[in-house]
Structure formats: C-alpha cells, structure tokens
C-alpha cells in the first residue's frame, strides 16, 4: 500500500493525466506484475495520452496478469523501450475495451503490435491473407481476424493512419476473411467446390473500399458450372454454389466462443431476401435489365469482385457497370433516388434523430447520397467519376467542375469528421452503432479519441454541429439541385457531342444557324479550364431550354455574351451549376425577347437575383426610394447623380422583366403561375414603383444643384394616367403633373422660377442620352396641355379647374397619385381634385355624351393607318381603351356614393363596380379578361422586340416569341391571335352596351 504522502502526490498526477478515479488507478498501479514499470513518469505520460486513461491502466493489468512471468518481462521490458508499441498497445487499450478483452484471453497478440517497418504501415489484402493463414475453422478464423484488426486499430488511433486509409484496410480484411471463410467452406465440402465456379462480389463501404469496423458486409454471390470432367449440370451446380454461400455466411456471421466477425448481408442481390442466394450471370444481367429499381442500380456503384473465382466476378462487375451508368436515364431516376433518401430520414426513431451519425440529417448518409447521385448522373459521359470511394468520387466531381472546391473541400472535412467519430464509436466495444454516446463518459472517451483534449466533450459537441451543420446545408444545394434532373434527362449522346452531332442536334432542336451556335460551344466549353468544364455540363441542358422558346439562336447568343461579360467572375458558373433554378431561368430570360437580356448584358451582375428564390420578387417603393436616395446622395454632381439613379433603375426593371418571364413561362422548380391578372398586377405596381422612385431621385439631384436641402417652395409631382393608376408598362412614359406652394416666408415669384427650374433640370436629367430604356416624363394632361404652364401652384390648379375645367380633365384626374415630393401637398392636391373626378349628383347627361364624343373621336382619329383594329391592344375593339373608358364612365357616374369606385386602378374600380351591382359579374369578367390581355399583349410586345408597341409584331419570329410568353406552345400562333379577336370581341360588345348604351 502506498504510504498517504506519495498517495496524495500520486493522486494529483493522475488527475493531471486525465484519469477520472484516481483511487482505482492508484490500486491498479500498485498490482504487482506493474512493479517493474510503477514508476516509470513515461508510462504514467503514455496513459495519459490515451482516449481513456483509466480503461487504458485496466486493460494494461489484465494483459500483465495474463502473462506469464517469461512473457512478463518482455511486455514490460517492450513497453518501457519501444515508444511505438508502448503508444500502439495504450492507444488501443484506452479506445477499445472490445480489444483490451481480446488480449487478455490471447495475451501473445500483443506482439501484432511491435512491428514498426514502413511495410506496416499500408498491408493491403495479401498481408492480411499471411495473418490470417492457418486458420482453418471458425474459432481460429475470429482470432486471427481480431489480431489483425488490433495492428489498424493502433495504427488508428496512434494517427499513422488517417481515416480514408483506415477504412480502406478495413475493406481489405474483409476481403482476405471472406476468403479465408470462402476456403473452410471448400474444404468442408470438397465436392461441392469442384462442380461450381463460385465468385463472391463486395457490395456497399466494402466494395467501395470504406469499410467501418463493424459493418455488414454487403455481397452478391456467381456462380457458373464448373468446366472439365467434374462439371455439373447448371441447377446442381448452383446448389452446391448455395451450399458454399451459405457456409461461408455461417462461418463470419455466427456467434461462438470468440464472439463474431461481422454479418455477411446478401440482401442487395436481385429480388432481395426473397430471391436465390445464388445466381448465374446470365440470370443477374436478365433481372437488372427487365425488373431491377432505382437503388438496385445505385447499390451496384461499388460492386467489386473480392473471392472465390476472381475471373467470373470481374465478368459480372463489367457486365452490369453500363447498366449502371444508364440507370440516370431511366424515367424519374433523379426524383426516385431523393424520395428515397427522405424515407431513410422519415424512419429513424424521434429519440434518436439528434444522436444518428449516419442516417440522420447532417449524417454520412447525406454526403454519400449526394456524391452518388452526382456520380450516376454525370458518369454517364465522364469515366473519372467511376469510382468506389466517397471521397475518391468526390475528388473527381470537384476535378471536373461537377462541384464547387470550396464545396468538395468542406464536404471532404466533415465526411472524413463524421465517419473518424463512426469508427471510434464502433471501436470501443467493437458494435455496429451509429448514435453518439449520450453518457458524459462516453462523450468524453470519443472527444479526446479525437485529439480533443481540453474540454473534450464541449468541443465534440461543438465540432460535430458544426461539421453537420455544413454536409446538410451543401447536401440541400447539392442533391437537391435542379439541373441534375435535367442533365438526367438527356441521352447519352446529348451529354457529349462530337461536331457532327452537335450540329444534328441543334438542327432538330430548331436553330436556325447552327454553324453559329456550334462556334458559339467550342468558344464556351473548349480547353481544360474549370470554366470550360462546368460550361460542358452546363450547355447541353441549355440547348433544350434554349429550345423551348421562339429564338433558340438569340438565348445561345445572349448566353454567350453573358458568359464572356462575366467570364473572370468566380460566382457566376457556380450559381448557374448549384443554386435553384439560376439555370433555368437565365435560359428563359435569353431567349425570351430584347428587352432583358440588353438590361443584363449592361449590367451582368444581376445574373445574380436568378439563383435567389426572392431575388424576382419586386422590391417595394419605399425601400426603392431609400435605395436611389442614398445614390444620389453619395453621387458627385446632378448628372452624376441622375445616372446613379438609372443604374438603380436598369437593375430593378430587369429583375421585374425576368421575373415577369419566368412568371409567364415557368420552370421546372416553378411552373407557370395560373393567374395572368396577377402578373400584370406586379409588373404594373413594380414599374410604377420604380419609376416613382426615380423621379424622386432626379428631384433631389435637381433641388440639390442650387438649393441644397431645401427649396423655396413646397413641391410635388402627380402621376396620371397609367403611371397614377399603377398600370405602367415597359413601355409607358410616365404621365404627370408639376404643383408647387411657396412657403410662408418665400418670395411667390421666386417660388414660381425655382418651381420652373426644378422642372425644366429634371426634364433635362432625364433626357440625358443613355442606352438604358428611357424614363420620359409627359406633362400634356396638365390645364391648358401643352399651352399651359409646366407648372402651377395648388391655389392656380383650384382657380382653374372652379372655372374652366372640362369634362375630359376630370375624367384625367381620375387617375391622379401623388408620386415623388412632397407628400403632403401631394395628399391636398388629390384632395382638391376628388370632387371634380367623384363629382355629387353623378354626371348629367351632356357631360356623358361629350364623353362618348371624344372616345369616338379618338378611335376614329388615333388609330394608326393601316393598323387592324381587331389586333390594336390600345385604341382597338375590345382593347385597352374601351375597358378604361367604361370604367371610368362607372366611376364618374357613381363614384361619389361608391367608395370602392375612388381608386386610380382600373382593375380594381371593375372589381368594386361588379359588387356595388353597377355591372353584370358576367360582363365584368369579360371586361377584365380582355384589359389583361391586352396589357399582357404590350409588355410582351416591348420584352421581345426592345421597343414599345400596340399591335402584334409582323416577324415570325417574334410572334412567336409573344405566343410563348402568352402560354402558348411553338406553332399556336394562329390560336393566339383568334383567341385573342375572340377575348376583345366579346369585350367590346360589352362596352357597347355599358358605355355607348347600344
């Protein structure tokens, strides 16, 4: 017994080493066979080091115990000498209590350890073979399977071996044991062996040479009969095939006085537990080409031939890999192997979720999952990817752009985390679990197994969240990314063209010049740059979504254009590889018409909002102001600031113009939205937004010029007509009116010329030239029109409209909203308008026949010659004109006793006029069916041809550009343009009846 003074200093130093009961390690320490050694600081420092130090001191007595006294003092004398061994058997003794057991019933095997020659450090499956030779029966077999096992758990655990290469050993002794039980089974049954040629194939981590420490062993049995005087009839042949199988199963799987090996798991072979355990090739290849599923064909991924008749599992390995790398071609592969993964997931138990390291969300499963997926469907055409291993095959998918290296790089860290955790948790007592300890002992071991030693288990828990955290966020982008399931869907000779079948292909695609767009390929995707590669696997989906639209070259061409403008830009290839339909949805913009992929090509950084699911959604007026505001603020000069302004502009009508396509067309993460009412509704609001804001941008450049902050007088503009009614299309000018009011200090006439120079500059501003689409500002609706002054103060306005106003600047007014100033005088303004647009008592009768005068007048006057009225969306039957008109007409009449009527929105005073009961439902569904159409007709009309228009394009091209943003398919042009004479018809009986009173 130690004397209490050394015990007490004992009893710190053990603390100090990380031994959690001192007390019992102190009586370990004083056993007797430990004499020799009890004081050597360098054994107390080598436990230390150990996982647990405790479990290493227990393990370390009952090995000395077992010994006997010759065997004794080599141990001890070894363990004092031999640094390698001394780290190697505490290494394994304080991480494996399922091995510390192993050697103390065969306390020799601590001599498997000592060994420290470079050879060592990499046996593959002939050194296994060596240690396991002699092993004749199955007892024998488990022990020398363990002894093996106990030199990759020490190379393991001492860190000579990383995690990959521990995995790969692994799999090489299963290997070299499937032969070893594949040899028992033969010689307990020598006639059976000679009438069949048995091949034993390694499926799943064994295959893929990823083995855990203890895993089922996947295998598919072959079998062929054997040839020569022996040679048996096929069916007994395949009986004695299945009599060897199943003892080879028997020999690892069984249970006996040395424990087991592992479970040999034939279940992944054709038909499952249900099917023969042993097939002829011929059956393999008949089952997989008529009836295998999906992840038949991903469990073959990994398939390698490991025993028995090398020769014949090499056969079935090449006969059933192009079936393999066909399987992404099979209908719904893509959608089959994701439903798949979420049923793993769906069934783990609610307790264990959070401790599931394999299957759970953030688990290997995750990483493996998508790496494979990947693999099967870019493997088609990229031999690189055919291979075994996780991390082999991630490697080759970041090599050859498939994924992101910052990506692969982090998936590779947290794998090679995620599966070390897996092994040491299987290697403590040698099970097949995958939950994380919940014990705070547990935890611990695994933390400083890990090299975790300071907090270990705050730092594990920290690590493995974080690690998780990472595989399921890039799993999510990864596996669930929208261009996999269309690269799926292209045949094996659209992957990768030659020249001549490019140039067939686009061709039946439908490009008109294929010699163009073949040069426009070779610039995109020749050479071995990683642009060049992810442009290969980009491309081909391309091409058919290209396809899709009216002008297949001009979406090539643009994608081109973009690619080159953007082509130094690191984020641009990814986004279009990785994130949500970013793909997708370029394609449609580019093929689409002129008008988005001019506003992209000047600004090509907006590639970016495609990949964000709220990157189309328009942004609202306040937020836009703030935005164009701090612009101008930061810019040097008025015209600086101007333009500052339209790059604000240039950027949000192209988010509103590709949201509007991929609105209209759909992709296949979003399909075409149902109601066109509500895309006219958003691009109507989102221009007028903008559109607001920058007027108030030029404002303030305009006022900041010469005044600074602040004017001499109070300033507002009004919006009119589809500007004030939130109705703008891409090619409306924006109608207004000027009101100022002098402050009550001001000098009126100075008022009045700051007033007129405020407007006069933001005219000019706005004139500027520029590539851009303009933003014109028209002031005719103002009194007087164009003899009028440009601008009035709200007290000349009210003058003006008490005495002079006529009934067509009422019926303008009602679309009057205050825009951009101040807000305010713009409320007063609306204020002083209302009783004139809303007037009491309705309007008398000369006041509706001037109204029906002057729209006749216009469809009579204005209507372009030559033009068809049936197919003008504005001034034409049906168009846009007599559905405002008549609604107007509505409003003026009864506006003043019908609240819902007093709104600037022509779709909303028809919804307000149909509830009142002022039109049938049935004649205001026409009315607002055809006002949409036609809106729809001349925001198509400016998306395709760059410029604004009221009648369907003369092109053919570009009529079909319009039929497929109204929902049409290629060549339903002629139904477009029915449907639409049908939709204004009907309209216009309408209006004859409401409005003309006919």
Same mark, same amino acid.
């Given at each position: 017994?130690?004397?209490?003074?050394?015990?007490?200093?004992?009893?710190?130093?053990?603390?100090?080493?990380?031994?959690?009961?001192?007390?019992?390690?102190?009586?370990?320490?004083?056993?007797?066979?430990?004499?020799?050694?009890?004081?050597?600081?360098?054994?107390?420092?080598?436990?230390?080091?150990?996982?647990?130090?405790?479990?290493?001191?227990?393990?370390?007595?009952?090995?000395?115990?077992?010994?006997?006294?010759?065997?004794?003092?080599?141990?001890?004398?070894?363990?004092?000498?031999?640094?390698?061994?001394?780290?190697?058997?505490?290494?394994?003794?304080?991480?494996?209590?399922?091995?510390?057991?192993?050697?103390?019933?065969?306390?020799?095997?601590?001599?498997?350890?000592?060994?420290?020659?470079?050879?060592?450090?990499?046996?593959?499956?002939?050194?296994?073979?060596?240690?396991?030779?002699?092993?004749?029966?199955?007892?024998?077999?488990?022990?020398?399977?363990?002894?093996?096992?106990?030199?990759?758990?020490?190379?393991?655990?001492?860190?000579?071996?990383?995690?990959?290469?521990?995995?790969?050993?692994?799999?090489?002794?299963?290997?070299?044991?499937?032969?070893?039980?594949?040899?028992?089974?033969?010689?307990?049954?020598?006639?059976?062996?000679?009438?069949?040629?048995?091949?034993?194939?390694?499926?799943?981590?064994?295959?893929?040479?990823?083995?855990?420490?203890?895993?089922?062993?996947?295998?598919?049995?072959?079998?062929?009969?054997?040839?020569?005087?022996?040679?048996?009839?096929?069916?007994?042949?395949?009986?004695?095939?299945?009599?060897?199988?199943?003892?080879?199963?028997?020999?690892?799987?069984?249970?006996?006085?040395?424990?087991?090996?592992?479970?040999?798991?034939?279940?992944?072979?054709?038909?499952?537990?249900?099917?023969?355990?042993?097939?002829?090739?011929?059956?393999?290849?008949?089952?997989?080409?008529?009836?295998?599923?999906?992840?038949?064909?991903?469990?073959?991924?990994?398939?390698?031939?490991?025993?028995?008749?090398?020769?014949?599992?090499?056969?079935?390995?090449?006969?059933?890999?192009?079936?393999?790398?066909?399987?992404?071609?099979?209908?719904?592969?893509?959608?089959?192997?994701?439903?798949?993964?979420?049923?793993?997931?769906?069934?783990?138990?609610?307790?264990?979720?959070?401790?599931?390291?394999?299957?759970?969300?953030?688990?290997?499963?995750?990483?493996?999952?998508?790496?494979?997926?990947?693999?099967?469907?870019?493997?088609?055409?990229?031999?690189?990817?055919?291979?075994?291993?996780?991390?082999?095959?991630?490697?080759?998918?970041?090599?050859?752009?498939?994924?992101?290296?910052?990506?692969?790089?982090?998936?590779?860290?947290?794998?090679?985390?995620?599966?070390?955790?897996?092994?040491?948790?299987?290697?403590?007592?040698?099970?097949?679990?995958?939950?994380?300890?919940?014990?705070?002992?547990?935890?611990?071991?695994?933390?400083?197994?890990?090299?975790?030693?300071?907090?270990?288990?705050?730092?594990?828990?920290?690590?493995?969240?974080?690690?998780?955290?990472?595989?399921?966020?890039?799993?999510?982008?990864?596996?669930?990314?929208?261009?996999?399931?269309?690269?799926?869907?292209?045949?094996?000779?659209?992957?990768?063209?030659?020249?001549?079948?490019?140039?067939?292909?686009?061709?039946?695609?439908?490009?008109?010049?294929?010699?163009?767009?073949?040069?426009?390929?070779?610039?995109?995707?020749?050479?071995?740059?990683?642009?060049?590669?992810?442009?290969?696997?980009?491309?081909?989906?391309?091409?058919?979504?290209?396809?899709?639209?009216?002008?297949?070259?001009?979406?090539?061409?643009?994608?081109?254009?973009?690619?080159?403008?953007?082509?130094?830009?690191?984020?641009?290839?990814?986004?279009?590889?990785?994130?949500?339909?970013?793909?997708?949805?370029?394609?449609?913009?580019?093929?689409?018409?002129?008008?988005?992929?001019?506003?992209?090509?000047?600004?090509?950084?907006?590639?970016?909002?495609?990949?964000?699911?709220?990157?189309?959604?328009?942004?609202?007026?306040?937020?836009?102001?703030?935005?164009?505001?701090?612009?101008?603020?930061?810019?040097d000069g008025a015209e600086a600031a101007v333009a500052a302004a339209r790059g604000v502009r240039r950027?949000?009508?192209?988010?509103?113009?590709?949201?509007?396509?991929?609105?209209?067309?759909?992709?296949?993460e979003s399909p075409a939205e149902q109601d066109p009412g509500a895309l006219v509704d958003r691009v109507?609001?989102?221009?007028?937004?903008?559109?607001?804001?920058?007027?108030?941008?030029?404002?303030?450049?305009?006022?900041?010029?010469?005044?600074?902050?602040?004017?001499?007088?109070?300033?507002?503009?009004?919006?009119?007509?589809?500007?004030?009614?939130?109705?703008?299309?891409?090619?409306?000018?924006?109608?207004?009116?000027?009101?100022?009011?002098?402050?009550?200090?001001?000098?009126?006439?100075?008022?009045?010329?700051?007033?007129?120079?405020?407007?006069?500059?933001?005219?000019?501003?706005?004139?500027?030239?520029?590539?851009?689409?303009?933003?014109?500002?028209?002031?005719?609706?103002?009194?007087?029109?164009?003899?009028?002054?440009?601008?009035?103060?709200?007290?000349?306005?009210?003058?003006?409209?008490?005495?002079?106003?006529?009934?067509?600047?009422?019926?303008?007014?009602?679309?009057?909203?205050?825009?951009?100033?101040?807000?305010?005088?713009?409320?007063?303004?609306?204020?002083?308008?209302?009783?004139?647009?809303?007037?009491?008592?309705?309007?008398?009768?000369?006041?509706?026949?001037?109204?029906?005068?002057?729209?006749?007048?216009?469809?009579?006057?204005?209507?372009?010659?030559?033009?068809?009225?049936?197919?003008?969306?504005?001034?034409?039957?049906?168009?846009?004109?007599?559905?405002?008109?008549?609604?107007?007409?509505?409003?003026?009449?009864?506006?003043?006793?019908?609240?819902?009527?007093?709104?600037?929105?022509? =779709? %909303?005073?028809? $919804?307000? &006029? @149909?509830?009142? *009961?002022?039109? #049938?439902?049935?004649?205001? !569904?026409? /009315? +607002?069916?055809?006002?949409?159409?036609?809106?729809?007709?001349?925001?198509?009309?400016?998306?395709?041809?760059?410029?604004?228009?009221?009648?369907?394009?003369?092109?053919? =091209? %570009?009529?079909? $550009?319009? &039929? @497929?943003?109204? *929902?049409?398919? #290629?060549?339903?042009?002629? !139904?477009? /343009? +029915?449907?639409?004479?049908?939709?204004?018809?009907?309209?216009?009986?309408?209006?004859?009846?409401?409005?003309?009173?006919?």
């Amino acid at each position: 017994m130690s004397a209490p003074g050394r015990r007490s200093s004992t009893f710190t130093r053990l603390l100090r080493h990380g031994f959690t009961d001192p007390s019992a390690a102190e009586r370990l320490l004083d056993a007797p066979e430990l004499a020799a050694v009890r004081g050597d600081p360098v054994l107390l420092d080598a436990l230390g080091a150990t996982a647990d130090p405790d479990l290493a001191l227990l393990g370390l007595v009952r090995l000395a115990e077992a010994q006997d006294p010759a065997e004794l003092r080599v141990l001890l004398d070894t363990l004092v000498t031999a640094k390698p061994m001394r780290d190697r058997l505490l290494g394994v003794l304080g991480a494996s209590e399922a091995l510390g057991d192993h050697l103390a019933r065969h306390p020799r095997d601590w001599h498997a350890l000592v060994t420290y020659e470079a050879a060592d450090l990499h046996p593959g499956v002939a050194d296994f073979e060596r240690g396991l030779a002699g092993a004749t029966d199955p007892v024998a077999l488990r022990v020398a399977y363990r002894r093996c096992l106990l030199s990759i758990a020490a190379r393991d655990v001492c860190g000579t071996t990383g995690v990959a290469q521990t995995a790969a050993e692994l799999a090489d002794l299963a290997t070299a044991t499937l032969r070893a039980a594949l040899a028992i089974a033969r010689a307990a049954a020598p006639e059976d062996a000679a009438m069949c040629r048995l091949a034993v194939v390694a499926m799943g981590k064994c295959g893929g040479h990823e083995l855990n420490y203890v895993s089922d062993v996947d295998v598919i049995f072959v079998a062929e009969a054997a040839e020569g005087p022996r040679a048996a009839d096929e069916d007994k042949a395949l009986r004695a095939a299945t009599r060897l199988a199943s003892h080879l199963m028997r020999v690892c799987s069984e249970t006996n006085i040395e424990g087991t090996i592992w479970p040999v798991d034939a279940n992944l072979r054709p038909e499952g537990r249900n099917g023969p355990l042993v097939r002829t090739l011929s059956s393999h290849l008949a089952y997989y080409q008529r009836w295998a599923k999906t992840w038949e064909f991903q469990a073959l991924l990994k398939a390698r031939a490991v025993a028995g008749d090398l020769a014949l599992g090499e056969a079935y390995v090449e006969a059933v890999s192009p079936l393999v790398w066909q399987a992404a071609e099979r209908e719904n592969f893509v959608p089959d192997v994701q439903k798949m993964r979420r049923r793993v997931v769906d069934n783990i138990p609610a307790a264990q979720i959070d401790r599931e390291l394999k299957l759970g969300p953030g688990g290997l499963r995750d990483v493996e999952f998508a790496v494979q997926l990947l693999q099967l469907v870019h493997g088609r055409s990229d031999a690189t990817l055919h291979q075994g291993s996780t991390l082999g095959a991630l490697a080759a998918l970041s090599a050859g752009g498939y994924v992101g290296r910052a990506d692969a790089v982090q998936l590779d860290e947290a794998y090679r985390f995620l599966r070390a955790m897996e092994h040491r948790i299987q290697l403590y007592r040698l099970r097949r679990t995958h939950l994380v300890p919940q014990d705070e002992a547990g935890l611990r071991r695994l933390g400083r197994s890990l090299g975790l030693r300071t907090e270990p288990v705050a730092e594990l828990n920290r690590a493995w969240r974080r690690h998780a955290s990472v595989v399921r966020r890039l799993h999510e982008k990864i596996f669930y990314r929208p261009l996999l399931d269309a690269v799926a869907q292209l045949a094996p000779g659209e992957i990768r063209l030659s020249p001549k079948a490019a140039g067939q292909r686009l061709e039946a695609l439908g490009y008109a010049d294929p010699a163009s767009a073949l040069r426009h390929l070779e610039a995109l995707s020749s050479g071995v740059t990683r642009k060049a590669a992810i442009q290969r696997t980009l491309l081909p989906v391309l091409l058919g979504w290209f396809a899709d639209s009216a002008d297949p070259d001009a979406g090539l061409l643009g994608f081109r254009k973009v690619s080159d403008a953007l082509g130094k830009t690191p984020w641009y290839l990814r986004l279009l590889r990785d994130e949500g339909a970013a793909a997708e949805n370029l394609a449609r913009v580019l093929s689409a018409g002129r008008l988005a992929p001019d506003l992209l090509l000047r600004a090509p950084e907006a590639v970016a909002l495609l990949g964000d699911p709220e990157g189309l959604k328009p942004r609202g007026r306040a937020h836009l102001e703030q935005e164009v505001l701090a612009a101008v603020g930061r810019a040097d000069g008025a015209e600086a600031a101007v333009a500052a302004a339209r790059g604000v502009r240039r950027r949000e009508l192209f988010r509103t113009a590709a949201g509007d396509l991929v609105g209209s067309y759909g992709t296949e993460e979003s399909p075409a939205e149902q109601d066109p009412g509500a895309l006219v509704d958003r691009v109507g609001n989102a221009l007028t937004d903008l559109n607001a804001a920058t007027l108030a941008g030029a404002l303030r450049a305009a006022v900041g010029a010469q005044w600074g902050e602040r004017l001499p007088t109070r300033f507002a503009v009004i919006g009119m007509g589809r500007f004030g009614g939130h109705e703008l299309g891409y090619g409306s000018d924006a109608d207004v009116l000027f009101v100022h009011e002098p402050w009550e200090d001001a000098d009126e006439q100075e008022a009045a010329r700051a007033a007129n120079t405020v407007v006069a500059e933001m005219r000019r501003l706005l004139q500027l030239p520029t590539s851009d689409p303009p933003l014109l500002i028209d002031a005719d609706l103002r009194p007087e029109g164009k003899s009028g002054p440009m601008v009035r103060t709200l007290a000349s306005y009210a003058a003006y409209y008490r005495r002079w106003s006529l009934v067509w600047e009422s019926q303008a007014l009602l679309r009057a909203h205050p825009m951009a100033g101040d807000a305010d005088l713009g409320r007063r303004f609306v204020e002083l308008v209302d009783p004139l647009r809303y007037p009491e008592g309705g309007l008398g009768e000369d006041a509706v026949r001037e109204i029906r005068r002057l729209k006749a007048r216009m469809e009579s006057e204005r209507l372009p010659r030559g033009a068809d009225p049936t197919l003008h969306a504005k001034l034409g039957r049906g168009g846009l004109s007599d559905v405002e008109w008549t609604v107007q007409l509505t409003q003026m009449r009864h506006g003043a006793r019908v609240p819902g009527l007093r709104t600037t929105r022509t =779709r %909303e005073a028809l $919804a307000a &006029a @149909r509830e009142a *009961g002022l039109i #049938a439902a049935d004649d205001a !569904d026409v /009315l +607002d069916e055809a006002w949409v159409l036609a809106t729809r007709v001349r925001n198509a009309v400016m998306l395709v041809r760059g410029r604004p228009g009221d009648t369907f394009p003369s092109d053919g =091209r %570009e009529l079909g $550009a319009v &039929a @497929r943003y109204l *929902g049409y398919e #290629a060549g339903h042009v002629g !139904d477009m /343009l +029915d449907d639409y004479r049908r939709t204004t018809r009907r309209a216009r009986a309408v209006v004859d009846e409401l409005f003309y009173g006919s």
